[in-house]
T-cell receptor, first 115, second 116 residues
Framework: AQTVTQSQPEMSVQEAETVTLSCTYDTSENNYYLFWYKQPPSRQMILVIRQEAYKQQNATENRFSVNFQKAAKSFSLKISDSQLGDTAMYFC????????????FGTGTRLTIIP | EPEVTQTPSHQVTQMGQEVILRCVPISNHLYFYWYRQILGQKVEFLVSFYNNEISEKSEIFDDQFSVERPDGSNFTLKIRSTKLEDSAMYFCASSEATGQGRNTIYFGEGSWLTVV
């Protein structure tokens, strides 16, 4: 079974600064997908970024980028030029690469952007 | 941008009552899911549904739960006899069957269920 670990329950950073959220996972699979989802106070789950394990290039989406280290089973999220709207719970999630498998989530990191 | 829609956004029900949560997945998606998030906890998988049948379910998804796709657009989760511990946010989600969007799951805004 897959496990996802987010070791930082809470983080805070000043607006416009850069912050990195950590995620590690454990799996015996070789092909899989990793995701970061954002959950603002409205509690909606919003996809932030996705990484295919077979791609060596780290995914980027505007101010959001990941540092994917497959050998270390690490998948961190970097938020550059942080904005007040980035305040949310961030969940790391894992999915096996076969059909449409379920997501396994970490426990989340609560990120607060300080004005 | 297409989105998953859920109703109701919030429901309060008495213990023992039946509840139906409704979802309209993204129109070209063929895989559907329900997830649950108890307040303050992580999101947990309940069930996945494809081709009009359950493809996988978790230990949480016991006999009191059922899912259905009654027509071409809706996807429902029924809880037959609610318990206090069923109080949670329930997320519907969907994904494409093929192509680049495969393996990316899009979530609705959630239905917050309170059992009293």
């Amino acid at each position: 079974a897959q496990t996802v670990t987010q070791s930082q329950p809470e983080m805070s950073v000043q607006e416009a600064e850069t912050v990195t959220l950590s995620c590690t996972y454990d799996t015996s699979e070789n092909n899989y997908y990793l995701f970061w989802y954002k959950q603002p106070p409205s509690r909606q789950m919003i996809l932030v970024i996705r990484q295919e394990a077979y791609k060596q290039q780290n995914a980027t989406e505007n101010r959001f980028s990941v540092n994917f280290q497959k050998a270390a089973k690490s998948f961190s999220l970097k938020i550059s030029d942080s904005q007040l709207g980035d305040t949310a719970m961030y969940f790391c999630a894992f999915m096996k690469d076969f059909g449409n498998e379920k997501l396994t989530f970490g426990t989340g990191t609560r990120l607060t952007i300080i004005p | 941008e297409p989105e998953v829609t859920q109703t109701p956004s919030h429901q309060v029900t008495q213990m023992g009552q039946e509840v139906i949560l409704r979802c309209v997945p993204i129109s070209n998606h063929l895989y559907f899911y329900w997830y649950r998030q108890i307040l303050g906890q992580k999101v947990e998988f309940l069930v996945s549904f494809y081709n009009n049948e359950i493809s996988e379910k978790s230990e949480i998804f016991d006999d009191q739960f059922s899912v259905e796709r009654p027509d071409g657009s809706n996807f429902t989760l029924k809880i037959r006899s609610t318990k206090l511990e069923d109080s949670a946010m329930y997320f519907c989600a969907s994904s494409e069957a093929t192509g680049q969007g495969r393996n990316t799951i899009y979530f609705g805004e959630g239905s917050w269920l309170t059992v009293v």
